[in-house]
């Protein structure tokens, strides 16, 4: 496994994994463009992929101007081998390098996301539109953790 900051280049394969999860899917996979992707990796924030016999596995996003994280997701093929966590923590400690503010999420509710995040010190703090769960990490959690 390899795990680096993701490249423009890897958009075509960050979209595909997007695309086969199983849980948070999107409901029109053109929602989210190969242009979001761009923006958020290199203009909004910065995205980290995991490799696997050079095919992008896994990836994670995280969005400075919102506060926010974009993005973690991973090939079903490949779960439960830590390629989450790692991601989740380098994407985590690089967001506070760069701001001590809390930082946010969304996911749906009852799935392996929503227990990921609250193994990982994530608080829930009420609901993100009609159909998600909003979680907080302050940077004192994170450093605690």
């Avoid at 290199?42 to 919102?66: P, Q, T, Y």
Wanted: glycine content about 6%; charged content about 25%; aromatic content about 12%.
């Amino acid at each position: 496994m390899i795990f680096r900051e993701a490249i423009i280049s890897d958009v075509p394969q960050i979209q595909l994994v997007r695309n086969l999860v199983k849980e948070n899917t999107l409901p029109d996979p053109s929602y989210v463009t190969d242009a979001n992707c761009v923006e958020f990796i290199s203009v909004r924030g910065k995205g980290w992929v995991c490799e696997i016999d050079n095919a992008i596995v896994g990836f994670a996003i995280v969005d400075l101007k919102e506060k926010n994280i974009w993005a973690l997701f991973i090939n079903p093929d490949v779960e439960a081998k830590g390629i989450g966590k790692t991601l989740h923590s380098l994407m985590l400690d690089w967001y506070f390098s760069q701001t001590k503010e809390t930082v946010w999420l969304g996911t749906s509710p009852v799935t392996r996301a929503t227990t990921f995040y609250k193994l990982n010190g994530w608080k829930e703090v009420g609901t993100n539109g009609p159909k998600e769960i909003k979680f907080e990490m302050s940077y004192k959690n994170w450093k605690d953790k």
